[in-house]
T-cell receptor
Framework: SQQGEEDPQALSIQEGENATMNCSYK?????LQWYRQNSGRGLVHLIL?????REKHSGRLRVTLDTSKKSSSLLITASRAADTASYFC?????????????FGKGTKLTVNP | DAGITQSPRHKVTETGTPVTLRCHQT?????MYWYRQDPGHGLRLIHY???????DKGEVSDGYSVSRSKTEDFLLTLESATSSQTSVYFC??????????FGAGTRLSVL
């Protein structure tokens, strides 16, 4: 079963606007990661936030983590058409502490020029 | 794609035939993974490997087997392909803190 669940499933915005995607998960984690997938390509790692961190920045990306609510959010500021992609959260470790990630179903972001 | 090559990139096959997908890495990473991606289901783990000859099942392992005889190669076999195995298959390796690096994917159609 999926651990992470992204919300919304789809998001359409105009270039220059901010995009916020949310992820909820069920069990305790060591870290939470966000990945991007452009159409027809493999997933690409964006950012990792550890369970003892509350916020992390990387360029135009800001990730927050609330372990008490078992949720995370990804904010993309000043979006560009090139940000159009699907975004996935992934949590680890997997069941039994294994080196597995459990991925959510993703948020499809469309940035209109 | 971080030194990961999947082959073939596209394959069309018939129901009941065996199919083998190959993942090759040049990074010498210990952990390798096979996922399938389907609309509405996201990315689901099929099998993974934590070393040569060491493999374990994932969430959706029925109908699939894997082998890892060398660090760099991880093979996924569909023993008798079914239409429900039509999907896009991704291989991944993991580095520090289990950050995963993905191949470009194999699009498989089972007719």
């Amino acid at each position: 079963s999926q651990q992470g669940e992204e919300d919304p499933q789809a998001l359409s915005i105009q270039e220059g606007e901010n995009a916020t995607m949310n992820c909820s998960y069920k069990t305790s984690i060591n870290n939470l990661q966000w990945y991007r997938q452009n159409s027809g390509r493999g997933l690409v790692h964006l950012i990792l936030i550890r369970s003892n961190e509350r916020e992390k920045h990387s360029g135009r990306l800001r990730v927050t983590l609330d372990t008490s609510k078992k949720s995370s959010s990804l904010l993309i500021t000043a979006s560009r058409a090139a940000d159009t992609a699907s975004y996935f959260c992934a949590t680890g470790p997997g069941p039994g502490g294994s080196e597995k990630l459990v991925f959510g179903k993703g948020t499809k972001l469309t940035v209109n020029p | 794609d971080a030194g990961i090559t999947q082959s073939p990139r596209h394959k069309v096959t018939e129901t009941g035939t065996p199919v083998t997908l190959r993942c090759h890495q040049t990074e010498n990473h210990r952990y390798m993974y096979w996922y399938r991606q389907d609309p509405g289901h996201g990315l689901r783990l099929i099998h993974y490997s934590y070393g040569v000859k060491d493999t374990d099942k994932g969430e959706v392992s029925d109908g699939y087997s894997v082998s890892r005889s060398k660090t760099e190669d991880f093979l996924l076999t569909l023993e008798s392909a079914t239409s429900s195995q039509t999907s896009v298959y991704f291989c991944a390796i993991s580095g520090r803190e289990n950050i995963q690096y993905f191949g470009a994917g194999t699009r498989l159609s089972v007719l």
